[in-house]
């Protein structure tokens, strides 16, 4: 069984600062990774996502992810904040059923 | 290329009252999903369409859920009777094929309902 924990629920970061959204993940087989953006009153957004190889994973609007197996995590990067990034982030899972297992997300503020 | 279409995006009804949502997905996309997505969680999947075949309603309470995906295109998700804790946002998605969970996942706006 697979499961994800994502860490604060809220998070504030100045416009043009680091952006770090922590993930860690439950997986009894190797995960394939995913985040998703959601911005309001839209649908889930794929930023990007881990299958197998390159465990630096790059998606769009700037972010990036590294998989780290030995601390079973995800996290998700941005080197610079800006306005247009505040919304609310998921961080998924899924092992060989393919069923997509969703964190309960990270609303992320940007601060003038 | 048209996104995943959900109607209606607001339902508000009172408890034990029955209530239908749609969903059109993308053109040629073969699977599609119906998810919850309670206030401060994750989505849930309920069900899961290939075509028009059910591939995994495990999480669907079928007692007063029930889906259809007649001629595997669109797709109804229906509730009867609601419950107080049915209030959540409802989205569909669809992908390609379904076959490969690296097929990506395109999520509709999702209707919000609010069971009163």
């Known amino acids: 069984a697979q499961s994800v924990t994502q860490l604060g629920s809220h998070v504030s970061v100045s416009e043009g600062a680091l952006v770090l959204l922590r993930c860690n993940y439950s997986?009894?087989?190797?995960?394939?990774l995913f985040w998703y953006v959601q911005y309001p009153n839209q649908g889930l957004q794929l930023l990007l996502k881990y299958t197998t190889g390159a465990t630096l994973v790059k998606g769009i609007n700037g972010f990036e992810a590294e998989f780290k197996k030995s601390e079973t995590s995800f996290h998700l990067t941005k080197p610079s904040a800006h306005m247009s990034d505040a919304a609310e982030y998921f961080c998924?899972?899924?092992?060989?059923?393919?069923?997509?297992?969703f964190g309960k997300g990270t609303r992320l503020h940007i601060l003038p | 290329e048209a996104g995943v279409a959900q109607s209606p995006r607001y339902k508000i009804i009172e408890k034990r009252q029955s209530v239908a949502f749609w969903c059109n997905p993308i053109s040629g996309h073969a699977t599609l999903y119906w998810y919850q997505q309670i206030l401060g969680q994750g989505p849930k999947l309920l069900i899961q369409?290939?075509?028009?075949?059910?591939?995994?309603d495990s999480q669907l309470p079928k007692d007063r859920f029930s889906a259809e995906r007649l001629k595997g295109v669109d797709s109804t998700l229906k509730i009867q009777p609601a419950k107080l804790e049915d209030s959540a946002v409802y989205l569909c998605?669809?992908?390609?094929?379904?076959?490969?969970?690296?097929?990506?996942?395109?999520f509709g706006p999702g209707t919000r309902l609010t069971v009163l």
């Open positions: 998924a899972v899924s092992g060989w059923d393919d069923k997509i297992i």
């Open positions: 997986s009894s087989v190797p995960p394939y």
């Open positions: 998605a669809s992908s390609l094929s379904g076959r490969e969970i690296t097929d990506t996942q395109y």
């Open positions: 369409f290939q075509n028009n075949g059910v591939v995994d």
